[in-house]
């Protein structure tokens, strides 16, 4: 079975720093497109930053400037770095990737989510 994890949420002080995991599991070829997601309390989710397989990134206008997408293929992984946190990114961050297995070109699949608090 195919899945996404995530993992590096927690409770930060506005203008720190956290780096958000998104790993694919299962038998897997490849990872394609990543994109990461956030939505915050009585809102819409929200594209926060996306990756294409040949590492092409795009951001929300936002975050630009102070958080970066990469990807580890190695590893079927894909980072968030979040600087300078602010309280309005305060959300449930979620990765979306389309994953290539042996009987399907590309799978689409969603993390659990993980939380991210920015406060005092």
């Known amino acids: 079975q195919v899945q996404l994890v995530e993992s590096g949420g927690g409770l930060v002080q506005p203008g720190g720093s956290l780096r958000l995991s998104c790993t694919a599991s299962?038998?897997?070829?490849?990872?394609?497109?990543v994109s990461w997601y956030r939505q915050a309390p009585g809102k819409q989710r929200e594209l926060v930053a996306h990756?294409?397989?040949?590492?092409?990134?795009n951001y929300a206008d936002s975050v630009k400037g102070r958080f970066t997408i990469s990807r580890d293929n190695a590893k079927n992984a894909v980072s968030l770095l979040m600087n300078s946190l602010k309280p309005e990114d305060t959300a449930v961050y979620y990765c979306n990737a389309g994953i290539t297995t042996m009987s399907y070109p590309n799978l689409e699949r969603w993390g659990q989510g993980t939380l991210v608090t920015v406060s005092s």
């Open positions: 990756i294409t397989s040949d590492g092409s990134t």
């Open positions: 299962g038998s897997i070829v490849s990872i394609n497109a």
